[in-house]
Structure formats: structure tokens, C-alpha cells
């Protein structure tokens, strides 16, 4: 459906994207990710037509589309902060494409009500300004004028930036919804990682103008490729010399025991961390290294809570874990428990990444408890 084919974009000394190849499927809900300044959103207005590459072809539908002006590509954007026009009423901002690509006024009429109807908008809605809508509301303005003119993709830059969390948590569901109803081939630009991981057919991981990964959120999430794609999606601890020995000196026959290089850099996912009373039983058929440790920080988020442990074995560091929140009283800071992981569950990388472990995320920037968390 869409192919970047070697795109440089170039812009004065700065190389924003350096060889960019990529190819999105048809129906696809594809997120580009990254930090601010990864060359993103560059990408995204490249297919937009907005920028000009320095080198390379872009591709839609095997047609090439790489000097087409913007309207002529069949492709319509939400931006970031809609690009409504406040002296037009709603009705007016849904149906302006369609105006000036010389619709009919009486199936422009139609139209508008039509998309109207599918993203939630009733007739008093039309009839309002759009300085009186909410941000969500406004959203929805945005999505249905680039929708009413019938795109074969549908381009989103950060749309959700501007609201509330409570709202953007809504409204991800309901653009995810809309995508799915209308089967419309999307690219979404963010840097939030829990976006991405949960609306996304696939994600492209971005760093410096490159892509790191390409993968399902499952795929970037449980086999991240390179220290920077799993230093930023999600939250892991970076196991110290001590429990990676530890981990390598496990019986042969333990799964995952074999790949371990005690020299490469070790991570472990937060969720991936076994927690329980000293002596007790853990949950995986003894397939886990058992380190004993003080619980030395606990932060409560209501649906779970998340632990900060030192570990006894020398050079062993301190880990971080989460449980869900039960009946159980957890653990207080003192307390002594009881570490399990499997060696199957640590990602290697050879060599230090150092700006990766640089950011490594805080405590306090716990990803969401994913379902079969330790307990």
C-alpha cells in the first residue's frame, strides 16, 4: 500500500531521515514511534507531500507518488492541533474540502451528515462554531473533514497531544473504532508508548531519523531488538553483573539458560519480576533463579503496586517489580521477600547503548500491568 524506497530528507546541515525504507499494508493501523526529534513526524509529511525528499521514492498503491502535489494523493491529515477554522461553523469545517474540490451542495450536504453520524456529531453540533466544542469534540471535527473526502489513507500527527489523560485514554478506543469501521489505511505519529501498544497493527521504532524496529506491540514489546527499542517502550531494570552471573550459572537444562552472555547488557521487564514471601512457592514449575532481597520502596497505583527490591547476592543491585493489588496486605519497605525470573524473560544487547540506559524509565513511569503479572 505505501513504500518509503531509500528517502533522504535533508534539511540545510541536518539529515532527518538517512535512508528511510518502509512499507505499510492496506487497512493497517501503523504508529510511527519515537522520541521528539526522530524524525517522525519528517516522515509522515513526507507521504504527505508537505516535504520534498532529497533523494528517494514514495510509493501508494505501486503509483509513485514522490513530487504529486498533496491534494492529489488521496491522502487526508488530522494535525496536531486540528487546523480548524474558527470563524466557520462545524458543518462548514467538515464540508470545506469538499467545497473546494467543486461537490454539489446538495451531496455535500449529504456527505457531511453521513460522516457526521459515523464519528458522533449530532445537527446542533453542526451547527455551532467550533470555539464551542470541547477538545474532544474538536477532534472528531478534524477526523471527519479528512475523512468526508474519501482518502485512501488516513494520516494522524499527534492528535491526541492536546487533550486531557482521561480523555485521550477515550478517545483512543473510539479512533481505533473509527479506523476499523471505515477500513482506511493509518499512519499515527506519537511519542507515547502506550498508544502505540494499543491501537497499533504494527509499530516502527524511531531513532535519530532511523527506524530500530518494526514489529507488532507484542513483538516490540516481548523481543525488543535493540537496547533503545526496549529502554523505551515500556519499563525494564537493567540487571547488574551479580544476577546475570547468577542467571548463567543455572543448570544447562533451565530454558533461556544457554543464550546468556554474562558480558552483554541484560534487562529484564518489570512485569516479568516474581515477587512472593521468603520460602514461597513461586509459580513456573521451578524454571526461575530465586534470589532472596529487601523490599526497600513500594508505590501503591491502586490496580497494582510497584516495588523497588535489593537484592542480597553480591553485585546483585536492586530490581524493580509490580504485582496486582489483592486482598493481600503487599509488602512495606523492610520486608523481607523473595526475587524470581526466568532466564528466558532477560533481553540481551552486545555492547552499552549508553544514551538507551540513560533512558531507562523511572519508577514512577510503570507501563500498565499486563495480564499474568506476578502475584
Do not use: W
Not at 130 to 142: D, K
Amino acid at each position: 500500500m505505501i513504500t518509503y524506497e531509500n528517502i533522504d530528507v535533508v534539511f540545510d546541515d541536518f539529515h532527518a531521515l538517512p535512508d528511510f525504507n518502509l512499507t505499510i499494508g492496506e487497512g493497517e493501523f501503523f504508529t510511527l514511534l519515537g522520541p521528539s526529534g526522530c524524525g517522525k513526524s519528517t516522515a509522515l509529511r513526507t507521504l504527505a507531500g508537505f516535504i520534498d525528499p532529497t533523494a528517494g521514492e514514495v510509493y501508494v498503491d505501486g503509483a509513485r507518488v514522490t513530487n504529486l502535489p498533496s491534494q492529489r494523493r488521496q491522502i487526508g491529515m488530522v494535525f496536531q492541533n486540528y487546523a480548524l477554522f474558527p470563524t466557520m461553523t462545524v458543518r462548514e469545517n467538515i464540508g470545506f474540502g469538499l467545497k473546494v474540490s467543486g461537490v454539489s451542495k446538495a451531496e455535500t450536504t449529504r456527505r457531511v451528515d453521513e460522516i457526521a453520524s459515523a464519528v458522533e456529531l449530532d445537527s446542533v453540533q453542526l451547527g455551532k462554531g467550533v470555539t464551542e466544542l470541547s477538545g474532544g469534540q474538536q477532534q472528531r471535527v478534524a477526523i471527519a473533514r479528512a475523512l468526508v473526502l474519501r482518502p485512501k489513507i488516513l494520516l494522524l500527527d499527534e492528535p491526541l497531544s492536546n487533550l486531557d489523560a482521561k480523555l485521550r485514554h477515550q478517545l483512543r478506543g473510539q479512533l481505533k473504532e473509527l479506523q476499523e469501521q471505515f477500513g482506511i489505511t493509518t499512519v499515527y505519529v506519537t511519542h507515547d508508548q502506550d498508544e502505540a501498544l494499543t491501537m497499533s497493527t504494527r509499530i516502527a521504532v524511531m531513532n535519530k531519523g532511523r527506524i530500530e524496529q518494526v514489529g507488532t506491540p507484542q513483538e516490540v514489546y516481548m523481543h525488543s531488538a535493540t537496547e533503545f527499542v526496549c529502554n523505551f517502550i515500556g519499563d525494564a531494570n537493567r540487571l547488574a553483573t551479580g544476577t546475570v552471573a547468577a542467571l548463567s550459572a543455572l543448570p544447562r537444562g533451565v530454558r533461556g539458560t544457554a543464550a546468556l552472555n554474562p558480558a552483554s547488557a541484560s534487562y529484564l521487564r518489570v512485569e516479568r519480576v516474581g515477587l512472593h514471601a521468603p520460602g514461597g512457592k513461586a509459580d513456573d514449575g521451578g524454571a526461575r533463579l530465586t534470589l532472596p532481597g529487601t523490599v526497600r520502596a513500594r508505590q501503591y497505583h491502586g490496580v497494582y503496586s510497584s516495588y523497588r527490591v535489593e537484592l542480597d547476592v553480591r553485585d546483585g543491585g536492586t530490581v524493580k517489580g509490580i504485582i496486582q493489588e489483592t486482598r493481600h496486605r503487599g509488602f512495606a519497605p523492610g520486608d523481607r521477600v523473595d526475587v524470581s525470573i526466568d532466564p528466558a524473560d532477560v533481553l540481551q544487547y552486545p555492547g552499552a547503548d549508553a544514551q538507551g540506559a540513560a533512558q531507562v524509565p523511572a519508577l514512577t513511569q510503570l507501563a500498565p500491568l499486563p495480564s499474568g503479572a506476578s502475584q
